[in-house]
Antibody
Framework: QLELQESDSGLLRPSQTLSLTCTVS??????????WSWIRQPPGKTLEWIGY???????FYNPSLKSRVTMSVDRSKIRFSLKLNSITAADTAKYYC????????????WGQGAVVTVSS | QSVLTQPPSVSGAPGQRVTISCAGS?????????VHWYQQFPRKAPKLLIY???IRPSGVPDRFTGSKSGTSASLAITGLQTEDEAEYYC????????????FGGGTKLTVL
């Protein structure tokens, strides 16, 4: 059974870089037909798609965040990562990793989420 | 402001039927992109409820039905149960800019 688990990030200061890793167990990132996404949810607000990466390393980002986002997949193909630079309080959110099912990008498996707070 | 518009809240009594709308435009739902629905309980991750407009993943009761027409989509819940009280989100894809995944603003379902 596929499970996703985000790493902890916790409290960050403005202008720092947010770094999160999602560990995939029960399946391989290497399997075609899926994308691997980061999605965030600020407190009391809706979901916002950040971007996704394929096992090939190809990435697609939300245009509103594209200038600050980098995603990567590690060589073991059991982890993928998110980096978001120049963070502000507006980046405070719960960050989820999720598997997307091609071609329509429904997200069928989610991690439990990692709370990230940006505060000076 | 979300690209997909949902009512902030809906309510119904146990056993009743409610619908949650998801209004889009010609660059997302109207462009024939699929719509998906998620159910989220407080402090929990969203759960896929309906995918590709009207398909239920295994384990989702047939009380939940999705539909799509033109530039909008709907989620219908029949035989409301107290455990259905949750937040519901629609999701699709928008072709503007270089294309991106979009979510609705969410609808809080209250079972009276």
């Amino acid at each position: 059974q596929l499970e996703l688990q985000e790493s902890d990030s916790g409290l960050l200061r403005p202008s720092q870089t947010l770094s999160l890793t999602c560990t995939v167990s029960g399946a391989s990132i290497n399997k075609g037909g899926y994308s691997w996404s980061w999605i965030r949810q600020p407190p009391g607000k809706t979901l916002e798609w950040i971007g996704y990466i394929y096992h090939t390393g190809d990435t697609f980002y939300n245009p509103s965040l594209k200038s600050r986002v980098t995603m990567s997949v590690d060589r073991s193909k059991i982890r993928f990562s998110l980096k978001l630079n120049s963070i502000t309080a507006a980046d405070t959110a719960k960050y989820y990793c999720a598997r997307g099912v091609e071609p329509s990008d429904s997200f069928d498996v989610w991690g439990q989420g990692a709370v990230v707070t940006v505060s000076s | 402001q979300s690209v997909l518009t949902q009512p902030p809240s809906v309510s119904g009594a146990p056993g009743q039927r409610v619908t949650i709308s998801c209004a889009g435009s010609s660059t997302n739902i109207g462009a024939n992109y699929d719509v998906h629905w998620y159910q989220q309980f407080p402090r929990k991750a969203p759960k896929l409820l309906i995918y590709n407009n009207n398909i239920r993943p295994s384990g989702v009761p047939d009380r939940f039905t999705g539909s799509k027409s033109g530039t909008s989509a709907s989620l219908a819940i029949t035989g409301l149960q107290t455990e259905d009280e949750a937040e519901y989100y629609c999701q699709s894809y928008d072709s503007r800019l270089s294309g991106y995944v979009v979510f609705g603003g969410g609808t809080k379902l209250t079972v009276l």
